[in-house]
Structures are given as C-alpha cells and as structure tokens.
C-alpha cells in the first residue's frame, strides 16, 4: 500500500494494479467479549415469501456491529411472533437481556408489511416496536433501519447499518484488461453497485452531507481532475481541471463548497470551490511547503489540512477564509490524512512510527493521542457519521482490504473478500 501522502501526490499513477470484485464480508477480529446477549427469533412468514431474510439481516448487523452477541439459532427455545407467545421466565434461562420478534406478510409478493418488538427479558417489557409497509425492493433497507433503531434503544447511540460506503478497487475485464471502479455498497457490504468505471486509477471518494452525491478524483482524461456525481441519476460535473494537480475533494458542512489541494500557482496548496458560483479561493500561501488533504471543521469555519511546512507531515488548522495556520499535532513524527467525527471531539489520522504506518485517534480538546491498529500498513481513515467507529484501508496477505476500529481501540472488524483489493473508503452520511 502507498504509505506516504507525499508519494499520493507525485501524480498517484504507480498504484499497483489490483484484482477484485468487491463483495464485502464483515468480520469481528476482537474486542467483543462484552457483548449484549440478544435472541433473534426468525420472523414469522404469512402469505408470499419474502425476498430477503430480514431477521438474518438484523442478526448480521447487531453481530457485525460487536456490541451485541445474537444467541445460536440452535439455543432458541421456542419461535415467537409477537408477545401473546413469549414465555419470558424461560427466555432468562438463556441469559438473554434482549429479545427480537416480528412477522413478514404479503397477499400479492409486491408489497410486504413487516412488524416487529424488542423487548427486555428480565423487565418483561416492551422497549420498542413497528409496522410498515414496504416494496419487496424495499425489504433489506428496512432491515438495516430495524437494525439502527434496536442500537440505538439498547445502546443509547444512533446506529449506522442503514449508511453506505463508498470504495475504490479494480475488476478484471474478460480480456484481461484491469478497470478501476468507484463502488458504493450497504454498511453490510451487501449490494455493491459501480458508480464509475476506468481505465485509470480513481482516488479520494468523498460524500456530500447529504448523501447525494459523491466527490472523486479521475485520471481518465490523462491527468488528475476532481468530479461531482449524483447518486441517483448518475449524471456528473468536472469542477477541477488546472493545470497541475487536482486532488483531494473534501464538502463543506453545507454541502455548497469543496475544500481541494490545486497546484495551478505551482505549488500544492489548499483552495476553497464554491459548487454554484465556480468561485475559487486560495486558503494556504507557503511556497516552501505542500499543503494537502483538507477535511472541514463541523462548524464549516475552518479546516485541518497535512503538511510538511514544519518539516515532516503534521496536520494544521486554518481558517476557511485563509490567514495564518496553526500545529494541531505533536505527537510523533509523522501524522497525515485527518478526518473529524461528526461531534467534532476526535479526529483520526495515520500515525507513522518507526516506518510503519498506524490509525491513530486524537482528543481536539485534550490532545491526547491514542494508536488504534497494529498491522502498521494502514491508511485512509473515516469516521462513521456516529463517531464512534473509523473505517480504514490495510493489507492482508498482499492484498488491500478495508477494516473498521472503534474509536475507544476495543472492537476491530475486517470487510473483505477472498480475491478482493479494495482501498480508499468513505462512510456515507446518515440516510435520511
């Protein structure tokens, strides 16, 4: 994997051809020996069946998710559907503190009405449940909004199953050609979908606030240009095209503006894009030194950007509006490619030590900085747009594969497939 955000900006084009489809599996690598016990019972079936599983979908999710631990379906006592059926005294045998019911009923195999309850085993009370009424199209997103609302009541902290994430890998054509692909998938890797393919490498997938649209850079017209496409018509702009290099879009809170690295003057440096308008504004002014991957502060004001002015990559704060910058990290010798959690207390980073490359997780108000991974091959940090998680890109048997941390170090997952090589994550925004 590419280790240094200097050798990301000499072009990008000695990437190493990659070989892929990029059907995503989730796997918890450690940290979830204190998982909630819950039962998931299979959902009860009336009339046509459903196309998807939604209780295996809310199991997978809650699992994956490492705060939770669904008991085997073997252990299931008995198969309730709704609360009429629930023998609650012998559901505390089990040690289960949650129990998930529901039902999946349709007359016409088009439309589907789903309900389900959680409840807590030891209280005998019902903590939450629904009705809805979905198209058969409809089934797996609602399982993953089943999924958030049970995280969020058993946890207190708003789930992420129904977000997205957006990658880049390569697939081999059946003439031996390579094509990079921009791909979007479920939080669950279900579902991938190519947003763009190329003969030429694509690079730093970034989301807009609302979901909407996807900011990238493409090599296909020759050099390095920053693209903005719709998610749901397809349809895209070139918004960056200098000469020199293009690279590094990042949206602004508002989603009416993109923070990017040009060097049209000459030198690398941080620009500001107004979206509508195609005003631009220069933020950094130091000739002697490469300003870099910019990301917005939460309150859209100001921006945290890497650079080697102090000699070695650091990450520095300067306001939006330009004017002079200011070291936000001293803890070791190399720090690059920030990103902020959507509260705007952490901000993660790739933390070098002694050749190796780390996720690393910063305190803005205290300063403290703490190394969340191990394999020391890691980059390309994203936080989950509930902050308490951070997808990143690592290496696994020589392959690029994507994997997860949550922002206390406790809980590692690992997304990737045999075959696959993917990098350059980005966790989408909350679906509304």
């Known amino acids: 994997m590419i ?27 450690g940290g979830s020996e204190a998982a909630l016990p819950i039962a998931v019972v299979p959902f009860g079936n009336e009339g046509f069946a459903a196309p998807e599983d939604i209780s295996e979908v809310i ?38 503190e949650g129990l998930l019911v529901g039902k999946v009923s349709s007359v016409d195999g088009e439309t589907y ?42 946890t207190g902290e708003v789930g992420v199953f129904s977000t997205r994430l957006a990658f880049v890998s ?30 030429q490498p694509i690079l730093s997938p970034s989301w807009s606030p609302d979901g ?38 990042s949206w602004s809170p508002d989603g009416k503006k993109l923070a990017l690295t040009l060097s049209k003057a000459g030198n690398p440096e941080i620009y500001v894009l107004e979206l509508a308008s195609g005003k631009l504004s220069r933020v950094t002014h ?19 950007f890497t650079s080697d002015r102090g000699g070695r990559p650091q990450i520095y ?17 190399y720090n690059a490619s920030a990103d902020i959690s959507a509260d705007g207390r952490f901000m993660t980073m790739v933390h070098g030590l002694n050749g190796k490359y780390y996720i690393a997780v910063q305190d803005l108000d205290s300063g403290a900085v703490q190394v969340l991974t191990e394999t020391g091959q890691d980059e390309s940090p994203s936080f989950a747009p509930n902050s308490r998680n951070i997808l990143y ?13 949550s922002v206390d170090g406790r809980i590692h997952q690992r997304l990737g497939e045999s075959g696959s090589d993917v990098r350059e994550p980005a966790w989408s925004p909350i679906r509304k």
Do not use: C
């Open 59 to 96: 199991r997978n999710d809650l699992a994956s998710s490492g705060r939770f631990a669904p008991l085997p379906k073997g252990d299931l006592i008995s198969s309730p559907h709704d609360k009429s059926e629930i023998n609650f005294k012998d559901w505390r045998l089990l040690r289960s």
């Open 212 to 249: 909407e649209r996807l900011s990238y850079v493409s090599f296909e017209n020759g050099k390095a240009e920053v693209f903005v496409q719709e998610m749901r018509s397809g349809r895209r702009d070139s918004v960056a095209a200098f000469k020199g290099l293009n690279s590094a879009p």
């Open 317 to 333: 704060k300067v306001s939006a509006d330009g004017g002079r910058a200011s070291r936000v990290t001293f803890e070791g010798r």
């Open 286 to 304: 130091n000739s002697q030194a490469i300003d870099t991957e910019a990301v917005w502060m939460p309150n859209g004001r100001e921006l945290l």
């Open 3 to 29: 280790k240094s955000w200097l050798m990301a900006l000499s072009l990008l084009i000695t990437l190493l051809p990659w070989q892929a489809h990029a059907l995503l599996t989730i796997e918890i690598t």
């Open 113 to 154: 009405q789903v309900q389900f309850q959680l409840f807590d085993v030891y209280k005998s009370q019902q903590l939450i449940g629904k009705r809805y009424q979905v198209p058969a199209s409809g089934l797996r997103r609602l399982a993953h909004q089943i999924s958030d609302l049970i995280y969020q009541t058993l």
């Open 170 to 199: 390569v697939v081999n054509t059946p003439a031996g050609q390579k094509r990079y692909a921009l791909q979007v998938s479920d939080a669950d890797g279900a579902n991938p979908r190519s947003v763009l393919q190329s003969k």
């Open 393 to 405: 890109a690592t290496e696994q048997n020589g392959k690029g594969i994507l994997a997860a941390v």
